[in-house]
């Protein structure tokens, strides 16, 4: 059976056509007590009588039956927990394997605590999940360097087990079939954000079906992920190597130093690094720090591996917009295609309405949904895939249509830091003030402590009050 069927429909094993051929013997049992003669057993009823009870008998026993089988099919169908437990003790298995092979390939001796830290995963208990991954490290990375070169396969489990953990089973497998089943045949899939690269990475991993090869785009600038990437993918994709990392970080540092000298040679012109870019120049030589920078050279990587498979088609799943991509880029269901090259698949006013009709049915679905409560993390990851795709719009001048995909962003997350100043942004562009005011306000009764959103409300406020007098 598909898995994905089962998966989308809770479970639900397709109907089967035997029972039908059972109730059909039932009826010949009927018709043949009805015609061959009867002794007359309970004493003054006539064969009729008998023949209409044996009838009944035998309607009664039918029932029974098939009450038996559908308890039985009932009882035997995997609910969406148990579904979500088999994946994550599947992957956790598949990764491990993966983590061994490299530490044999690389010569590496591991702890006893590597595992412990699988037989937890596999065990499905997240309390000892969190205790096995605390003893080999955390986000900032493991506790050994030995365990560095296979870090990443270490932290594909544990995200997966933690994104169990944190979404109701049904909802998690409807979210990485939302985005599995966006993608085309043979499409390589980049996810940026927790949710949209571990739950895709695990059901992936585990389909019956295609596999597509999953990554992250958040992790190219890492050579030990270049190397885990070529491990995994090598026989597949044409992958990125450690040249290819440090012509990236050249090219960002030399434009980085052209950009940084501009804004100090012309402080009254616009300034060339962007909001976040940390870059210094100290006694000649060029420093840099900060996410953005990071992930400025990750879009730089990733614009190489696309070079580099000039045949194969490229979805994304954003952390961080790669926006040097937008030009070429297209809603594909609810991730983004990137490199279009099928004017089929292009951007156009007809697509753009698509993606709103799209995610406004969606918003719906999940906003009636009790599972998926305001705050909850699925609230927050469609929003986010949603905000993503207005982003996109936005930069290619489908002006309303970006709109009206933020709004739907923002009733499904209204606290999303992402999503309001994203939104606020767009109607400040045509000075609208007075309705980017409402977004604020409600992100704040959704997170009244966020002072970010108190700032930026003060600053709508007073734009609003003295450019057009509507706020008072």
Known sequence: MNEKHLQNQGGRPPGSSWPWWLAGGCVLVVVIGVLMPRADLDGGHSPQTSAASGAESNVYREKSSRARIHRSLAEEQPSAQEIVAHKLAQFGQIRRQVVMDMAKKLNLTLTPEVERFFAAVAGGKWEEIQAAHRALGDSSGPRSPELRPVWRPIQEAYGAAEQAHNWPAQRLLDYGNAILDSLRPGMIYAGGTDSGCFIPTMMNDTSDGERHIVLTQNALADATYLDYLNSLYGDRMATLTKEDSQ???????????????????????????RPGEDVKIIDGRVQISGQVAVMAINEKLFQMLMTKNPDASFALEESFPFTSMFGSASPLGSVMELGVRDQQAALTSERAAQSVDYWQSAADRLLADPDTPAGSDARKAYSKLVSAQAGLLADRKFTA??????????????????????????????????????????????????????GLRDQLKSYATGVTGLVH
Not at 264 to 271: G, R, T, Y
């Open 401 to 454: 249509e970006a709109e009206q995909e933020f709004r739907i962003a923002a009733q499904i997350c209204p606290e999303s830091p992402e999503v309001v100043f994203r939104y606020t942004s767009l109607l400040m562009g045509q000075n609208r003030a007075a309705e980017a005011l409402p977004i604020v306000e409600n992100a704040l009764r959704a997170d009244p402590n966020n002072q970010q959103f108190q």
């Open 247 to 273: 012509k990236a970080f050249q090219d960002y540092i030399a434009d980085a130093q052209k950009r940084a000298q501009h804004d100090q040679e012309f402080p009254d012109e616009p300034k060339q690094l």
